[in-house]
């Protein structure tokens, strides 16, 4: 089993920056992969963005190129999801994701956090 804490979300204005935490907790993360989904209102859960735990091998959705980058820190068992110039349609819930197979992390992980609000106001 793993746990996963989202942290760090907020109300941000259009064109500012947030980074987002996730903690885990439960078991070693060495052979998973971890990651982060977004869920607007009214919409589909969309895969952002995921990193292989023991390469650091990075994978983003195309929309999410350029403006936010997903990293780790092995040592806290924690991963990050900064987020630049951000927009109002960046608005959603995001969640943190777990999964000891790489395609499975960008389209439906075993393990999910509760989620935290991300709010950019224009």
């Known amino acids: 089993q793993v746990q996963l804490v989202e942290s760090g979300g907020g109300l941000v204005q259009a064109g500012g920056s947030l980074r987002l935490s996730c903690a885990a907790s439960g078991r070693t993360l060495s052979g998973y992969a971890m990651g982060w989904f977004r869920q607007a209102p009214g919409k589909e859960r969309e895969f952002v963005a995921a990193v292989n735990w023991n390469s650091g091998i990075t994978y983003y959705a195309d929309s999410m190129k350029g403006r936010f980058t997903i990293s780790r820190d092995n040592a806290k068992n924690t991963v990050y999801l900064q987020m630049n110039t951000l927009k109002p349609e960046d608005t959603a819930i995001y969640y943190c994701?777990?999964?000891?197979?790489?395609?499975?992390?960008?389209?439906?992980?075993?393990?999910w956090g509760q989620g935290t609000q991300v709010t950019v106001s224009s």
């Open positions: 994701a777990a999964d000891g197979n790489l395609f499975r992390i960008q389209t439906m992980p075993r393990y």
